[in-house]
């Protein structure tokens, strides 16, 4: 895996910068994705992290440049070997994708087509980009067949993908991804539908062909659990936003966000006892279309004060490569102090992590009687 | 295992579910016959949390549709209570079945999405429940609070308008409400995010504790299985292969595929070693036609000659943890020239 400190004479792959995706909806405005920054290597492997619905799959499908509706507005930049993708005629999208960029989305389905053979759509974007004959695309994908382990791949050349279970369907849509040597990949929630065994042989995978073809890889996913080992470097992203960023080493030892803390905290471990209470979460991700004041995680934050209810805290470097954004950090005397205030004036959605309550209603900042 | 044998079930006079010899069989195109379940005996002791867990296909949920006799085995037997559910008539199967409630993987599509939550929650009642609505309404409300959920604010909504685990939790409502003994939750947490399946597991372990309830618990990731449940089978392609209770099933697993699904299980700590030799392991085989012998040998790292021939057999190994293996882990036969 790449250094994901130092970078001595590299140049970025993907430099993303104030990235802002919103939705026009009746309601209001849908602030998917609202001013998100990145660098990404070559060779580097990214970890985006967060429940459903924080904005992770739109801020892939908008460095992509996929379709994400006409009610859409996009702002910021996205550079991409030097070449601005938000400015590109989607003609000249099309030569990046597949080639220079490629995906792997949750169900495979999405990228594979029900009625032509596998090994004909595993060449696909080989034979366009490159015009190869006949023959040599046959070599090529049962070369790319094999690469991602499908056992018997000459047999399998002629299958159609619904005779395929679900781990290999997403095995041919990695080599599909594959096919073009692609400098970045984006894999969103490529193991999510899948069984653990599967899900780990999937991930393995990926990071075989990241590190053999030194490809840039962003491995999307909600389960800290699947980016840990697998990544040099981790963004936490909450309601649109970064909240913590981070190497992987740095996010899991020394966790800044109570939003990463609380993700991590509510993972059940193989090395717990049985019957361990797990800390939950309070109430659920806010509705991105009506504007929030303070920090977009104070309903549900176990250690929330006054201050975060009106100022939302900048994303901002605690230390070198770790940027956080959170009045009370974890791990400070000032953290500790508000836990220990919330806790002890019965605060739901500090009860929700200390006892593993569940609590859907987070509308209420205190209960009554305090202040 | 993957194999036969009784020696884990307890004394039936000491448990409240026993399934024995279980076979359950689909058939399949050109006369072929899908072999989901081949022979599964299991028990419930009143009040425990038995965890059923293994892959995808290899008859977890056709297991515990048989329990509730849904649809009854091709053959074995199902006691409950000292009564076996494959004999009874299909009055006295319906009684019984209100006792007995299955709850399921995806929360959203479970539920009927025309009818309002009240409703649905209700829905048990129309048929088993007290006839006069106002006790009806009653126990929907108090079941719907039961899982965290204001009734007054649901009622009357339906269930696209909830998140999945919001659905989940009404689900767990709808089972509860004709004060069932058993509740059978089949991969109850599986497609939801990681902060919603920690609510849902501790949800169920206060229900449990507060109604005495006795769970049936199926999921494919055995830290989830493990949390909740007192003791674990592990299952493969329509067998057993270990049981165990559950801290020491972790301790020292004895089944090869045991191993396999802790080694696979996603750990949230980047300084463990992941185990990066599993990438080439096939598919499952199919259940039209499994492996002879052991039905893992063809993925086994320790298959000898004898498991391709001979079906191992359930074996106790310690107290209260048994497998089904001719190489159980750490015993000396295993260590027998096998690396990894
Ligand atoms: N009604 C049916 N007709 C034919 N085959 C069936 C039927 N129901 C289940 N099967 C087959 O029986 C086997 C066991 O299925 P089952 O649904 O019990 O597996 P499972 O362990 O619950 O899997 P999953 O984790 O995918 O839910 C599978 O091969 C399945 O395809
Ligand atoms: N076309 C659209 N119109 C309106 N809102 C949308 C649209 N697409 C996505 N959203 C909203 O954007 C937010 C982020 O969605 P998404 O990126 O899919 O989340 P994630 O991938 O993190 O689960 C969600 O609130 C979702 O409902
Ligand atoms: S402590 Fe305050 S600023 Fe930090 S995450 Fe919680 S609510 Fe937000
Ligand atoms: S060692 Fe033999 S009996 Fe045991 S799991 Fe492997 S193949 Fe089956
Ligand atoms: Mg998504
Ligand atoms: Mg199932």
């Known amino acids: 895996m790449a250094d994901a400190t130092t970078h001595p004479g590299d140049a970025p792959l993907l430099v993303v910068e104030d990235l802002a995706t919103h939705f026009a909806i009746d309601a209001g405005l849908v602030r998917a994705v609202d001013g998100v920054s990145f660098e990404l290597y070559p060779g580097q492997t990214l970890g985006i992290v967060g429940e459903s619905g924080s904005g992770k799959t739109v801020l892939a499908r908008t460095i992509m440049r996929l379709n994400l509706g006409g009610n859409v507005r996009t702002s910021g930049s996205v550079r991409f070997s030097n070449q601005s993708l938000l400015d590109l005629p989607i003609s000249d999208m099309t030569k990046i994708w597949g080639r220079e ?3 792997v989305f949750q169900d495979p389905m999405t990228s594979l087509n029900p009625v032509v053979k596998i090994g004909r759509q595993v060449t696909e974007h080989v034979r366009k980009h490159f015009g190869i004959s006949k023959a040599e695309a046959r070599n090529l994908a049962i070369e790319l067949l094999q690469s991602v382990r499908i056992p018997e791949a000459e047999a399998r050349f002629d299958s159609f993908p619904h005779e395929l279970s679900g781990g290999m369907r997403q095995r041919v849509s990695i080599a599909i991804a ?59 992203m909450y309601a649109g936003k970064i909240v913590e960023q981070a190497t992987t080493s ?68 605690l230390a070198t490569d770790h940027l956080s954004a959170c009045w009370y950090p974890v791990g400070t005397p000032e953290n500790q102090e508000a836990w220990e205030k919330n806790l002890l004036a019965g605060r739901p959605s500090t009860l929700a992590i200390a006892n593993g309550q569940i609590v859907d209603d987070v509308s209420v900042h205190l209960p009554s009687g305090t202040s | 295992m993957a194999g036969g044998g009784k020696a884990h079930l307890r004394p039936i006079e000491d448990v409240l579910i026993s399934a024995q010899d279980v076979v359950v069989e689909f058939p399949a195109s050109r006369g072929r016959v899908v072999k ?88 048990p009642l129309k048929v088993w429940g007290p006839s006069d609505s106002a006790s009806q309404v009653e126990k929907v409300n108090a079941m719907l609070e039961a899982v965290g959920i204001n009734p007054d604010d649901t009622r009357d909504k339906r269930p696209h308008e909830f998140s999945g685990g919001q659905c989940q939790r009404i689900s767990i409502a709808r089972a509860l409400v004709l004060n069932p003994q058993v509740i059978i939750c089949d991969e109850p947490v599986s497609a939801l995010d990681v902060s919603v399946q920690a609510q849902i597991l501790n949800m169920l372990e206060d229900l449990k504790a507060e109604y005495g309830l006795t769970l049936v618990f199926i999921a494919h990731d055995l830290a989830v299985v493990k949390n909740i449940s007192d003791r674990v089978a592990v299952m493969y392609l329509g067998k057993l292969c270990e049981v ?66 001979e079906e191992p057999q359930m074996q106790k190994i310690s107290d209260d943890h048994y497998v089904a293996c001719h190489h159980p882990l750490a015993s000396v036969a295993n260590s027998a020239g096998v690396s990894v």
């Open chain 1, 101 to 103: 960029i490629a995906m």
């Open chain 1, 178 to 236: 594959l096919a073009c040597n692609p400098k970045l990949l984006f894999a969103d929630e490529p193991t999510t539908a899948l069984d653990v065994t599967v899900q780990h042989q999937i991930l393995n995978l990926l990071g075989m062909q990241q590190q053999e073809r030194d490809m840039a890889m962003v491995l999307v996913t909600h389960d800290l659990g699947v980016v840990a080992g697998r990544t040099d470097e981790i963004i936490v």
């Open chain 1, 250 to 317: 740095e996010i899991f030892h020394r966790t800044s966000h109570p939003y990463t803390e609380a993700l991590l905290r509510s993972i059940p471990k193989i090395d717990q006892p049985s019957h361990t209470r797990l800390a939950a979460i309070a109430g659920r991700p806010p509705d991105l279309a009506d504007s929030l004041e303070g920090c977009s995680f104070s309903p549900r934050c176990p250690y929330a004060q006054e201050r975060c209810f009106e100022e939302e805290p900048e994303l901002e470097a």
């Open chain 2, 244 to 309: 165990s209770g559950s801290d020491a099933l972790y301790e020292s697993p004895a089944h090869p595929y045991t191993e396999l699904l802790l080694n696979s299980s996603p750990i949230p700590d980047p300084d463990v070693a992941l185990s990066t030799d599993l990438v080439e392991q096939g598919d499952v085989p199919s259940p039209i036609d499994p492996p002879t012998g052991c039905r893992f040998h063809t993925r086994c790292a320790y298959v000898s000659d004898r498991c391709i021939d």
């Open chain 2, 36 to 123: 989901a379940v081949s022979g599964i005996s299991l028990d419930v002791k009143e009040g425990e949390t038995l965890g059923l867990v293994g892959e995808s296909g290899c008859g977890k949920s056709t297991t515990a549709k048989a329990l509730i006799q849904l649809p009854p085995p091709d053959s074995g037997t199902v006691h409950y209570k000292g009564e076996d559910l494959t004999q009874l008539d299909a009055e006295s199967l319906r009684q019984a079945r209100t006792d007995l409630q299955i709850i399921f993987q995806d929360p959203i599509s479970s539920l009927n999405p025309r009818r309002r939550i009240g409703d649905v929650v209700a829905e």
